[in-house]
């Protein structure tokens, strides 16, 4: 049996088909629909889609809120199966989860650290160069000098921040910190439930 869902984005129709054996996701003119829809009737998958095998896959996520189902599969691909509309989103979330062998399913919400955890190192990292610029700054404020040797790294742009001065490296803090909390603010609204099948050996 072969099932699709079709959803409407600005120019094209996003197209999700699922066989017996294949996740496939493309795109089809809208005029090419009821052409595209009577393949489906004989059973025949149409040219021109990307696939996935359904023993590649290693776990499909679905985030409430959000306009995609996120497919992984192999070692490190991933695809998103897209449909603005969240019923039918969650419709075909449903139909893998009853067509997919061998997957658990699990629905929560992430934790905040967790979910934020890139933002959070960000800050971390952040504030550890802040403070060794701060200090050069200070320093070379103070009349200390200084001799790089060696190759440029990490060092030498910490130091090449901290002759900037003690008041623009603070400023410049200010700006990157308050650019990442912006960011970390913005991600935790999004922060969701979260349904997934992931794959288990017998």
């Not at 919400?109 to 200090?135: D, E, G, M, R």
């Amino acid at each position: 049996m072969i099932k699709f869902w079709a959803s409407k984005n600005t120019k094209n129709l996003d197209i999700v088909l699922i066989d017996e054996s294949n996740i496939y996701k493309g795109k089809i003119k809208n005029e090419d629909l009821n052409n595209f829809s009577k393949q489906v009737e004989n059973n025949k998958v149409p040219e021109g889609l990307f696939g996935i095998p359904f023993p590649y896959i290693t776990r499909i996520e679905s985030q409430e809120g959000k306009k995609d189902i996120k497919v992984y599969f192999n070692s490190d691909s991933e695809e998103e199966l897209i449909s603005k509309n969240s019923e039918i989103k969650k419709e075909i979330f449903n139909y893998l989860k009853e067509v997919i062998p061998n997957m658990n399913y699990t629905k929560k919400t992430p934790s905040f650290f967790k979910y934020v955890k890139p933002q959070l190192f960000a800050i971390l990292f952040t504030t550890i160069i802040f403070l060794w610029s701060l200090y050069y700054a200070i320093q070379i404020e103070s009349g200390a000098e200084y001799v790089l040797e060696g190759r440029a790294g990490l060092l030498a742009l910490i130091f090449t921040i901290g002759l900037l001065g003690v008041v623009k490296v603070v400023l410049l803090f200010i700006s990157l910190i308050g650019i990442i909390v912006y960011s970390l603010i913005r991600k935790n609204k999004t922060r969701s439930e979260i349904e997934q099948l992931n794959r288990f050996n017998k």
